[in-house]
């Protein structure tokens, strides 16, 4: 994935009704009105999220007669998702490194009690 493409995902990302509609397309194709059910905002502004989202790659719309489900579409997830494993390791052998010597100072402190 080139670095705009990520830029986009996580410009996408970072709008918390983007993230919400996501988390609903988890569970399977939804409608624009579906999508929209749980925000106070109009429909226009749900359009432009769901724009935003496509743009990004992150979701793509049908066409089935008058109804266009929207689905996920999990490449730029696991695109962002590979761009952050390093990090995840990283933080994963400090919190490593972190627990052992809490484990070790425990332990110390349990036998001069």
Do not use: N
């Amino acid at each position: 994935m080139t670095d705009d493409a990520l830029s986009g995902t996580f410009a996408a990302l970072a709008d918390p009704t983007r993230r919400a509609m996501l988390a609903r397309l988890v569970e399977g194709e939804a409608t624009v009105t579906e999508l929209a059910a749980p925000h106070d905002i109009s429909l226009p502004a749900i359009s432009r999220h769901l724009k935003v989202l496509e743009r990004a790659g992150l979701i793509s719309r049908g066409r089935d007669a008058r109804w266009r489900p929207c689905r996920l579409e999990p490449a730029a997830l696991a695109d962002a998702d590979a761009w952050m494993e390093p990090y995840r390791r990283f933080f994963g052998s400090r919190l490593a490194r972190l627990d052992a010597q809490l484990r070790a100072s425990t332990s110390t402190t349990a036998k001069e009690q």
